[in-house]
């Protein structure tokens, strides 16, 4: 798996996104330094994914930027159909491969005509069809080309998965406006517990905004699968350009939190609550005593 994450800032002017670049086979061999997980989409979107089985990424988006080519920019709800036409397509081809293949039809014509062509095996043909799922994830960030009342971009972010709804896996789309920052992928409860801690909001600072993506990457490497490199990025809507921060820059952020921003348990803690329970344990044992006698 990875983590990946977005966050909005600066007055919602900007968006801080980063990831990590391991990746992971099916033969149990991984390595880091060898998967980028951002690219970009459309003018003025980026897309980051996480998962088991990173193979159908490619043929997505493609696909999704196929059919974003508006020089201006897109605005979410075109981005996000594209998405969903992109991703069901994908899962209806899986479909055909894996389980249509050796009887040379389409989905279409198994839904139109399979009762008809397989009679008894229909239903069990059906349910592998409807068992297909995709096990990769898209975290999706981005402005509308249309502005607001105060001519600024407005920034958005959303998320891209496979849903089972107990007959058929589906397309699921959410958005993650409220708050305006996500994660995705193994090491997501650990980043956005982060993201929490230090109370990212839209009004936070770029440089705030940055340490607190970054403690939110390193933290989220405790996350099955999650490489140490940092990719972390800064988008600027007025250009539609990523602004990389450097491996210096990083690696000194590193540094800083290994030394004094991660979490840890102080010994002076420690030894305080050592005395407390052995003062507690010491009173329950003189009780029980004179209980006996």
Known sequence: MTVCIAAVCNESKNIVMASDFKISSELGLSSDNVALKTVAI??????LFAGNDLSPVPSIVRSVRKELINAEGEDIDDVKKAFARA????????????VLS????????????????????????NARISEIKLECDFLV????????????FIPHIFTVSGEYHGYATGVCIRERDNPQFFAIGSGSLGAMSMLFFFGQNILTSIPQTIYSVAAGKFMGERGEGVGDTTLLHVIDPSTSYEIDIGSETLRFIREFWDKQG?????PEMVD???????????????????QSG
Not at 42 to 47: D, E, H, L, N, V
């Open 87 to 98: 991703y069901q397509a994908e899962m209806n081809s899986r479909a055909e491969r894996e």
């Open 141 to 152: 960030c981005g402005f509308d080309r249309s502005r607001s009342a105060s001519g600024t």
């Open 42 to 47: 459309a003018k003025g979107w980026w897309g």
């Open 102 to 125: 050796p009887w040379n039809i389409t989905l279409d014509r198994f839904i139109n005509e399979g009762v008809k062509i397989f009679k008894n095996d229909f239903s069990s043909i």
């Open 262 to 266: 991660a979490p840890r348990i102080l």
């Open 272 to 290: 305080h609550l050592d005395r407390l329970l052995r003062q507690v344990f010491g009173e329950i044992q003189q009780q029980a005593k004179q």
